[in-house]
């Protein structure tokens, strides 16, 4: 059985920091995908970063580029999401996501490709 197990998030002024961490356990394939979306208020899910085994870079959407990092774990499964520089609109609830397969890379913000995911944690960002 395949668990997703979140830790990290709160609350922060806007260009403070925080760190967010994902360990998947379960899984009985190598080629996973594994990384965050996020969801706002009245805001459909949006892809942030994602990590994929087969590859070597990890994926960003274009407002965090430069200012959120992914890191991987390989040994343990594991993802972890520092946030930087945050903004006001980075305020969402942010979510570990998984999917069992190798995505190619137009799919991996879509997020009826995953087939796991977190409880979310929150991420409030104020001025």
């Known amino acids: 059985q395949v668990q997703l197990l979140e830790s990290g998030g709160g609350s922060v002024q806007a260009g403070g920091s925080l760190t967010l961490s994902c360990t998947a356990s379960g899984f009985t394939v190598n080629d996973i995908c594994l990384g965050w979306f996020r969801q706002g208020p009245g805001q459909e899910r949006e892809g942030v970063a994602i990590?994929?085994?087969?590859?070597?870079?990890?994926h960003y959407t274009d407002s965090v580029k430069g200012r959120f990092t992914i890191s991987r774990d390989a040994a343990n499964n594991a993802v972890s999401l520092q946030l930087n520089t945050l903004k006001l609109e980075d305020t969402a609830t942010y979510l570990c996501?998984?999917?069992?397969?190798?995505?190619?890379?137009?799919?991996?913000?879509?997020?009826?490709?995953?087939?796991?995911w977190g409880q979310g944690t929150q991420v409030t960002v104020s001025s």
């Open positions: 996501a998984a999917a069992d397969r190798a995505l190619p890379a137009g799919w991996v913000f879509l997020s009826q490709m995953y087939n796991y």
């Open positions: 990590y994929c085994t087969r590859r070597s870079r990890p």
